[in-house]
């Protein structure tokens, strides 16, 4: 008798923490410093990859290696193809862990290690789902299915697109284990792209502005920002009073100098709503102060045009729509070189807008404030509606496994693998009631989502191959 989808399960536990702890304690992080032909991304990402397609062969699966980019694990060769696209890279593993981060260990029912959730124990789970089609003959002879394994997803994704260029076709439907359940299906158009305010110093600044920062990458949300400043010097007593006098600031000082703090809350670009731009906050302050200060046009254009927003409404783009939210933007990181601040910057935009509606309005309105825009990445929204029958069966399989009919598939502002395929979304591995851990300290994966999400992606590889 063949083994139910939860008796394979708990038969095969013990070798998925196997599999699992032997592909963490490989640091898959993207790393210059060791690239090479082989290893595009670092010998660690190339060896990570290499170690998945040998435990794939073991189990009987055809495999191929595009040059340490990406990889790809084949059950069957009928032409009606189903994917699963993965990565095996990981992020740096910061302070802050309670054990080593590449030495996964189990405690109260989880297992800790970077990359559990994201997106190592995905890639050991959809493996050994392909296992379980195969063994249980479950893979019609017109049908085939394919994971593909990039090694470069959480710097800038040169994986997928080199494996789009290279392979001799795509799947015709794939899912991709690297986000949220029950399921993603929109995520909004992105535009990364840098500014920059050159600014002409009044004659008679109150003070002068030596240094000013904020921030450090253009998709998250500033944390912190100082600006240190010089007034002049019959001023000094004036400029200090007016900017004690704004409680939003910090104010320290040092000598001739004085340096002014502001404090935010992070958050990530994609839920602006969540953070505080402390970059916002100081040239708010600044601005609410009265004093003049040589910087004094870029903050008048700040501060006029996008402040403390996050929905370009004074740039006249706050955009709505039903399915995906508003528009979000964020001024990530910020730094004064001369008389020019530079800006690392990112705006994400609901899924029924497009591309040249952005540019003939948000950029329009921006530069005609004075900034300047360069665009370093643009990605179209995607989605697929909840009605299609590739939505609704993987839902089905969802709700089967879990008994959950209450959440529904929704938007993102984040930016998959799903972009990168055709008919694909992200599926998992995130379930409604837990907390986000990725690129967390302390990340981990709980043993009972390890074998729920394994039964999940079962039931939902039947159904998809059924068809």
Known sequence: MKATRKEYIDQSMPCMITDLKTIISCVSVWDPDTVSAEAPFGSGPAKAL???????????????????????????????????????????????????????????GNIYGRGTSDDKGPVISCLYAMKYIRDNDLLPEDASIRMIIGADEEENLQCIQYYTAHAERLPDQTFIPDAYFPLVNSEKGLVDFDSAFHFVSPDHADAFVKRFTAGNARNIVPAYACCEIEPVAECRENVLSKLFAVPSLKIREDGKSILIEAHGRGAHAMTPENGENAAGLLLCGLKTSGVTFSMQPFIDAYTEKIGMEFNGEHLSCCWHDDISGVLTMNFGKMDLQDNIIQMKANVRYPISYTHDDLNASFVKNLTEAGFTYTEVLSMEPMYIPDDSDFIQTLMNAYREVTGDTEHMPFSIGGATYARFLPNSVSFGPLFPYETELAHEANECLSLESFAKMTEIYILALERLLSL
């Open 50 to 108: 290499r170690m998945v397609l040998a435990m794939a062969e073991k189990m009987g699966f055809t495999t191929r290696n595009f040059n340490g980019y990406a990889g790809d694990i084949t059950l069957g060769t009928g032409k009606k193809m189903t994917g699963i696209l993965a990565h095996i890279d990981v992020v740096a593993a910061e302070t802050g862990w309670n054990t080593d981060p590449f030495d996964a260990v189990i405690k109260d």
